[in-house]
């Protein structure tokens, strides 16, 4: 724990003695530490894709006449993908600034927690396809009516099941499974992909951490995703953690009260 001292004179100016006062600061300084370490993450993230625009612009810029039309169209390629990339961190960056200042508060309304799970099903079946997986999905017809926001939940139900997608070398399995408690409703989401190292299971819902930032970059990731979803449920007193997993791969579950108050 970190204390602050301070000698304070008593209140009434009585003579020769001094009030103690200890200040417990550690939640501050942890505060300070969390916002100076994402500050830094944030500059670095934008400054690699940054000056990758700027020195294969300055190339193009430098030798006009002089570069093939094929070596052309890559660089343009990668100047134009770069600035996508920068465009997804500061989209996720706003997301995550506004749920900070509560600016952007769930708009609470009942909705099928079963259809919300098929459209994001549905949304991701061509992706798995694509990379040769088997994606299964439980019977969604029987789950109850929620309240919450469903555009917002659904953008965590995404962020799984892609992730579950990216994570997974091609053809893989991955299985999407749905149930209630007494008065929660829950949603599975397992692959038989490349896991999460016992050391980082603790660390994957911080903002900007990758367990292999290359990987995440190569899909695309920024490394906000995860942070964004809990921040999300969390506004819905809901659950979102990795659960028990048998095997390779990773298993995340969603938990979300049937009703809010
Ligand atoms: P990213 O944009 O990098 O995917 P996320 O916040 O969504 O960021 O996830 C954080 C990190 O957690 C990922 O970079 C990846 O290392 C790890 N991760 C998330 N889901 C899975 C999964 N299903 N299998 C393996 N690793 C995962």
């Not at 810029?61 to 390629?77: C, Q, R």
């Not at 962020?159 to 990216?166: C, D, Q, T, Y």
């Not at 979803?229 to 028990?244: D, F, K």
Request: aromatic residues 6%.
């Amino acid at each position: 724990r970190i204390l602050e001292l301070y000698l304070a004179p008593f209140a009434d100016g009585q003579e020769g003695g001094v009030l103690i006062v200890l200040h417990d600061v550690t939640e501050r300084h942890r505060h300070e530490e969390r916002r100076r370490e994402f500050v830094a993450n944030v500059s670095h993230e934008l400054r690699t894709p940054l000056t990758n625009v700027r020195s294969y612009a300055e190339t193009l810029k430098d030798n006009p006449n002089d570069i093939p039309p094929d070596m052309m169209d890559s660089f343009l390629g990668i100047i134009v993908g770069e600035t996508d990339r920068m465009t997804h961190i500061v989209q996720d960056l706003l997301t995550l600034s506004r749920l900070d200042s509560g600016q952007s508060e769930p708009k609470f309304e009942p909705f099928s927690f079963g259809d919300a799970i098929d459209s994001v099903y549905k949304a991701n079946a061509l992706e798995a396809k694509r990379r040769g997986h088997t994606l299964t999905c439980c019977n969604v017809s029987k789950l109850p009516t929620i309240d919450g926001d469903r555009n917002r939940l659904e953008q965590v139900m995404m962020n799984i099941l892609s992730n579950a997608i990216k994570y997974t070398p091609d053809g893989g399995s991955i299985a999407v499974t749905a149930g209630t408690t007494k008065n929660h409703v829950w949603m599975e989401v397992s692959d038989n992909g490349i896991g999460i190292p016992v050391a980082d299971q603790g660390h994957i819902f911080e903002r900007f951490y990758r367990v292999d930032k290359a990987r995440s970059r190569e899909s695309g990731g920024t490394g906000l995703g995860l942070s964004i979803a809990r921040e999300i449920v969390t506004r819905h007193q809901g659950n979102l953690r990795l659960a028990p997993h048998q095997g390779p791969g990773t298993t995340v579950r969603l938990t979300l009260p049937i009703t809010q108050g």
